[in-house]
């Protein structure tokens, strides 16, 4: 015997089961929307301090220029917005997803949304899936982590429900952001084939979002990069 240890093999890199772009082959990009809406933001609608957080200009443009794309809805922002949901799930060419019911941190310290206690995680999960399903008469299983903030726990109640975790690799920057120029150019640097981009519906919380999405769906079209629902996007 020599005594030598028997070398135990690195195990490769396990794949992140968080899905951030789809294939790099093919020219095309998934432009994602996200429809937040939390406790506090339902709290300004009520109170009137903010008129809306449905931009659907931005929805009008995207059917406008037969562009589609996936929305990512919170069940608060369904429950707040009935019809725009219908409308938006109407056209076949929008994909549904869900982006859980109140827009809290599935950890802590996520920006300043707070924190989901783990035993509410699985219904903040499925919840929106019902409304979703009882709005729009669709199904999905798609899910995105608010503020895109997740410990390995989260991801396993959510995986355990079923869903498929999507996040994006190019961030627009379009939250909070006052200039059409800066989302614009920061989509036209990032994006590449296969790219996921994160956008939001509006309101006060994504108040340029409409102003730079026509000149954002004509810089994909002169680099010839279509923009495909997820589904597309990652099973073509
Ligand atoms: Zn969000």
């Known amino acids: 015997m020599t005594g030598q240890r028997q070398v135990v093999p690195v195990p490769a890199t396990v794949p992140s089961p968080i899905i951030t772009n789809g294939p790099r082959a093919q020219r095309k990009v998934a432009l994602t929307f996200d429809a937040d809406l939390t406790a506090?933001?339902?709290d300004r609608l009520v109170a009137r301090t903010v008129s809306s957080y449905a931009d659907m200009r931005i929805v009008?443009?995207?059917?406008?220029?037969?562009?589609?794309?996936?929305?990512?809805?919170?069940?608060?922002?369904m429950e707040t917005y009935p019809e725009q949901t219908r409308r938006i799930g109407d056209h076949r060419m929008f994909e549904l997803a869900t982006h859980s019911q109140t827009h809290r941190g599935f950890r802590e310290k996520c920006f300043r949304l707070g924190l989901v206690p783990p035993d509410e995680m699985h219904a903040e999960v499925v919840q929106p899936i019902t409304t979703l399903q009882g709005l729009t008469g669709r199904a999905t299983n798609y899910f995105r982590f608010p503020g895109g903030c997740w410990t390995d726990d989260a991801l396993r109640i959510v995986l355990n429900a079923g869903m498929t975790v999507v996040h994006w690799d190019v961030e627009s920057g379009d939250a909070f952001c006052e200039s059409a120029d800066v989302i614009v150019d920061k989509v036209v640097a990032n994006v590449r084939p296969g790219s996921?981009?994160?956008?939001?519906?509006?309101?006060?919380?994504?108040?340029r979002t409409a102003d730079a999405l026509p000149r954002i769906l004509a810089a994909l079209a002169e680099r010839d990069l279509t923009p495909v629902t997820l589904t597309d996007l990652l099973h073509p």
């Open 60 to 77: 009008d443009e995207l059917v406008a220029t037969s562009t589609p794309a996936t929305f990512f809805f919170t069940g608060l922002w």
């Open 196 to 207: 996921i981009v994160l956008f939001h519906l509006g309101g006060p919380n994504a108040p």
């Open 40 to 42: 506090a933001m339902r």
